[in-house]
């Protein structure tokens, strides 16, 4: 495994401390993984093809189907690029390796990516722009703005602008799009949030919470590539059902 950034530092030592704080990429990609050995190799290289200064970050959440042990082999490679590899012990939700990946990001801008191959890593250079140029605190990327896609009069989309629409009713945001796994975060602000959701309620949590903070979100269109379950998705109906739960306890209560 490779040498994480923060190892053999020591607390009393703020000049190696400095040093790091100064070292610190532009970008922190946390990629949370569970059964992707079909896509992580490839979802892998197009994000490192992106030209901006990142650190990436694959959690694996207790992968069965070979992906645990290919990123094992990727991470112990010296020509990986400087992949980090986190190993969650059991299979917890993607909340849980977002947390962990969360912890371990040292990059000034953090920025979530599945592992599937729906998104394209390309669209990260518009989704910092907001950001640094002072736009926008946080910056979702839009699956349903501009022009109707392939798969958008499916259930599992009709589903998530339900979601969507109540969690603007309670946070009094104005977003096409809660549950996009672009979600971009500078890290000091992210710092700020104490997740919970251990599942895919981390998609409403972090919205809530981002409300209740008053920060600005502004949403950009990405593209977006639908698999169908077949291929591997993932959510399901009861994940709507825990999101609906979630939008309300943490608009109000947490």
């Given at each position: 495994m490779p040498i994480l950034p923060n190892e053999?530092?020591?607390?009393?030592?703020p000049g190696a401390e400095m040093a790091e704080f100064k070292a610190a990429p532009r970008l922190s990609v946390v990629i949370p993984v569970y059964n992707e050995r079909g896509t992580i190799a490839e979802l892998i290289k197009r994000v490192q093809a992106v030209a901006i200064e990142k650190e990436i970050i694959v959690v694996d959440d207790g992968s069965t189907d070979g992906s645990r042990e290919f990123l094992q082999e990727l991470s112990a490679n010296p020509q990986s690029g400087g992949i980090r590899v986190l190993l969650q012990e059991r299979n917890a939700g993607k909340g849980a390796a977002l947390r962990r990946g969360f912890l371990e990001a040292h990059?000034?801008?953090?920025?979530?990516?599945?592992?599937?191959l729906e998104l394209d890593p390309e669209d990260y250079h518009k989704l910092l722009e907001p950001i640094e140029s002072g736009a926008a605190d946080v910056v979702y990327g839009s699956?349903?703005?501009?022009?109707?896609?392939?798969?958008?009069?499916?259930?599992?989309?009709?589903?998530?602008?339900?979601?969507?629409?109540?969690?603007?009713?309670?946070?009094?945001?104005?977003?096409?799009?809660?549950?996009?796994?672009?979600?971009?975060?500078?890290?000091?602000?992210?710092?700020?949030?104490?997740?919970?959701?251990?599942?895919?309620?981390?998609?409403?949590?972090?919205?809530?919470?981002?409300?209740?903070?008053?920060?600005?979100?502004?949403?950009?269109?990405?593209?977006?590539?639908?698999?169908?379950?077949?291929?591997?998705?993932?959510?399901?109906?009861?994940?709507?059902?825990?999101?609906?739960?979630?939008?309300?306890?943490?608009s109000l209560f947490d």
């Open positions: 053999n530092l020591s607390q009393e030592n990059g000034a801008i953090v920025i979530i990516q599945d592992a599937d699956r349903f703005l501009g022009e109707p896609r392939p798969g958008d009069r499916s259930w599992h989309v009709f589903g998530n602008k339900f979601l969507t629409s109540l969690s603007n009713l309670f946070t009094r945001l104005d977003l096409t799009d809660v549950w996009t796994c672009y979600k971009v975060f500078p890290r000091k602000l992210l710092q700020q949030i104490e997740i919970k959701e251990n599942r895919f309620g981390i998609e409403p949590e972090l919205t809530a919470k981002i409300a209740r903070r008053r920060w600005r979100v502004r949403e950009v269109p990405i593209s977006y590539h639908p698999r169908t379950y077949a291929k591997g998705k993932k959510i399901g109906w009861k994940d709507g059902i825990r999101g609906a739960w979630c939008v309300v306890r943490y």
